[in-house]
Every structure is written in C-alpha cells, then in structure tokens.
C-alpha cells in the first residue's frame, strides 16, 4: 500500500484530482443507496462500531478509483487499516467510506462519504459527500470550498460557500453536535459560551454546515479517528475557517499509530480561536 517514495501533492496537482475525486465520491454514495436497509447485515467492529454492505460497497469503489487515479499515492481507510504502514510523511488519501454507519442503520440520511489527501500531515483536499441529501461539500486549502447539490440525471449545481463571523460574545451562536456522541467536556466547552443555539447533526455533515456558514462551531473535546475528521477539516479550512484543539494547536495527520484524534474544534471564524 505504501510505494518506498510516495509523492508529496500541492495545490495545484490536488485541483487536477478534484473533479475525478468527487465523481468518486458520488459513485460511492450511490452504492450506498443502492443497499436495502431493512435487509442488510450488519456486523460488528473490534471497536463496537457497526460496518455493513453499504460501508464495504463503497470501500470497493473508492479504493478502486484511487488505485486508478493516483496509483503512487498511499490511502488509509477505516476499513482498510490492516494495511496501514504509518507514518505517512508525504501525501496520502484518507477515507472513510460511510461516516454515521449508526444514522445509517437507523433509518436517517446524514451519513456521509469522506474522502481527504493529506499532505505533511495536513489535510489539503477534501470531500465530504452527503446522498441522502443530495449534497457534497469539497475544497482545496488555499483555492475555496464548493457545495454541489446533486440532483438525479442532471448536473449537480456548484456554489461557492464560505464561513461566517463568529457573533459577538454573549450574543446567541450555533453550535453543531453530535446526534450519536454526547462527551462531558464537550458540553461543558458549550456551557461555557452562553447563548448556544444547538444544531444536531449526524456524521461530517457537521463540518459540511461550518463551511457553508450555518453553523458558528462544531467542538468535540473526546477522541474520534482522523478519517472521520480530515476531509471536514479541508473543506472547512478552505472555506475560510480554522480547525484546532482545545489549545488552539494545530491538528497532525497519519503520523499516529492509532490515528486517533484526541480532540478537535471546528470554528468557522478563526478569529474565535483560542
């Protein structure tokens, strides 16, 4: 999985990739709904978590098309981690093929398929693509974020987004958490900025809303994995916002044996980082 020199990819090869990388995405959201939920079989992770067809279908294809794409470049997959060779120094693909596997099995639509390239362990590109909802949010760090609204046998439309103003202090500000994955520092980080208007959402449709400037923040003080955070992370970034940890330090990627995020803060005005 690992080539002994892999490429390092800029911007400029990362706006190259973009478009055959979403029509990925879309293809794998698409093996998603293919899937009949109410007769699939769902199975269990060593970690508890459920995987099903659904996160396998779209494994395949991603993992097919990047093979294809990008054959030098290593990728790192939640499902795929047997083969993981860390560290990754240079620029590699990291994905999570059915991010909110639980809002998936329980019937909802905001799961996503998320699909990064990291660079010096920096998220640089990222997809975030929602087909329950027909929407897919990318960027490129330094060159903007988009949101498609993808629509049955028609060209998906392209809007440019952008993040907001962080209201000041004391005045009310929305704050996006998780449906799934309630944490006591989390909450206490919200109780601590008075005037949370809270938006419940599943999966990284959470960073999709921060790009796009409906939500002000998305914390989550408790550990998570970096595939179910790089891609957001682009896209956020490119969108004009900050990602940090609860110091305001910056977030590294593929360097860890666990690939595990201890704690991240998403905020759309990096003038609100610590």
Do not use: Q
């Not at 990222?126 to 990318?138: D, E, F, N, T, Y």
């Not at 993040?163 to 958490?177: D, E, K, L, Q, Y």
């Not at 994995?225 to 682009?234: I, K, L, N, R, Y």
């Amino acid at each position: 999985m690992n080539e002994a020199c892999p490429p390092r990819i800029d911007g400029n090869a990362a706006a190259a990739l973009i478009e055959p990388l979403t029509e990925l995405v879309m293809r794998a959201g698409e093996a998603i709904l293919a899937v009949n939920r109410s007769a699939m079989k769902v199975e269990g992770k060593s970690d508890g978590s459920p995987v099903t067809e659904a996160d396998l279908a779209a494994d395949r294809i991603i993992a097919e098309g990047l093979a294809r794409l990008a054959p030098n470049v290593p990728s790192l997959s939640e499902e795929r981690t047997r083969l993981a060779r860390p560290p990754y120094r240079d620029s590699f693909f990291l994905v999570d093929p059915l991010d909110g596997t639980k809002e998936f099995v329980a019937g909802r639509n905001e799961f996503t398929v998320n699909l990064a390239l990291v660079t010096e362990g920096t998220p640089l590109l990222g997809i975030v693509g929602a087909p329950a909802l027909g929407v897919i949010w990318r960027g490129i760090v330094g060159r903007g974020a988009e949101r498609l609204i993808v629509r049955d046998g028609a060209a998906p439309i392209v809007e440019s987004i952008r993040t907001r103003p962080h209201p000041p202090r004391g005045n009310p500000w929305t704050v996006a958490v998780s449906r799934s994955h309630g944490d006591a520092r989390t909450e206490a980080f919200i109780a601590g900025r008075g005037g949370a208007v809270r938006a419940e959402l599943g999966s990284a449709v959470k960073f999709g809303r921060a790009a796009e400037g409906k939500v002000d923040i998305y914390p989550r003080l408790a550990p998570t994995c970096e595939w179910d955070v790089a891609a957001g992370h682009a896209v956020v970034t490119a969108a004009g916002g900050k990602i940090t940890d609860s110091h305001g330090a910056a977030l590294h990627f593929g360097l860890r044996d666990d690939f595990i995020v201890p704690e991240f803060i998403a905020w759309g005005d990096p003038a609100a980082a610590p």
